[in-house]
């Protein structure tokens, strides 16, 4: 079946040219559009890891002084109206021992948490868990460190991790706007392909194609004896195919 199509294509440039032009404007296309696509999908879920650390940052400074006076009432309640944001899927509390404290839905999580919670723990530094992006998640894991005003309520020292505190957040308004980016990109790739590639058979059918064909079926007349010898080429371009088509007529 290949080798059909190959031999179809191959015995003329009429079939030939729209072939290679659709597959050299194929090729390009796709490559240019598809790291296009890459690049915005790499700028749309770095602003979404800007936004969860931002939200977890407010959060912090929102359940600051409610834990600073060991207010743990204060604090569950701020998380809650805080978890009420359509953006806020579920925010925990874990004490230095990383058992859960708190949560402000019922249910447990449908996903591990362990390794990202002890790893906040052990670096003292705050972790970011994008791992389920594409099922609409991220997490961010921020270790409560302690600071001299936390010695007078907690028997503890200063830098040591009195707790994490896990703001997970959904990305599927993320992945929604992706996939329209996705759909519009490849609408305007195939425009931009039938445009081009038809523009460009037009010109290289005109330019290239038609004067090769008009040329090859008068020197075909006269080589069967069909044609009139006195008949002078109907070429008049000033190209190569021109020049080819007045020494043609010089030899006749």
Same mark, same amino acid.
Request: charged share 25%.
């Given at each position: 079946?290949?080798?059909?199509? %190959?031999?179809? %294509? ?8 729209? =072939?290679?032009? %659709?597959?050299? =404007? ?19 879920? &770095? ?12 959060? /912090? ?19 809650? /109206? ?15 021992? =990383? @058992? @859960? ?14 390794? &990202?919670?002890?790893?906040?723990? @052990? ?8 791992? %389920? ?13 302690? @600071?001299?005003?936390?010695? &007078? ?18 990305? /599927? ?80």
């Amino acid at each position: 079946m290949f080798k059909q199509l %190959f031999r179809y %294509f191959n015995r003329s440039l009429k079939r030939k040219i729209p =072939l290679v032009i %659709f597959m050299v =404007l194929t090729l390009i296309l796709s490559a240019s559009f598809y790291l296009l696509i890459r690049y915005q999908q790499a700028t749309d879920h &770095e602003t979404k890891l800007k936004n969860v650390h931002q939200t977890a940052t407010l959060i /912090r400074a929102c359940i600051g002084y409610s834990m600073l006076t060991g207010d743990m009432d204060g604090v569950q309640e701020i998380l809650l /109206r805080v978890a009420d944001d359509e953006s806020v899927l579920q925010i925990r509390l874990f004490n230095s021992d =990383l @058992e @859960e404290v708190f949560n402000t839905i019922p249910e447990p999580p449908d996903f591990p948490t362990e390794a &990202e919670l002890q790893a906040a723990m @052990e670096r003292k530094k705050s972790i970011v868990d994008d791992r %389920f992006n594409a099922q609409g998640r991220i997490g961010y894991y921020d270790p409560v460190i302690a @600071e001299d005003k936390c010695l &007078e309520c907690h028997d503890t020292q200063v830098g040591d991790v009195l707790g994490i505190v896990e703001t997970n957040i959904t990305t /599927r308004d993320l992945l929604v706007q992706t996939k329209r980016n996705t759909t519009m990109l490849i609408a305007i790739a195939g425009v931009i392909l039938i445009l081009t590639g038809g523009t460009l058979y037009v010109l290289i059918k005109k330019m290239v194609v038609s004067p090769i064909v008009a040329v090859s079926d008068s020197v075909k007349d006269i080589a069967t004896g069909e044609g009139d010898l006195t008949a002078r080429l109907a070429l008049r371009s000033r190209d190569e195919l021109g020049e080819l088509a007045g020494w043609i007529d010089t030899f006749i």
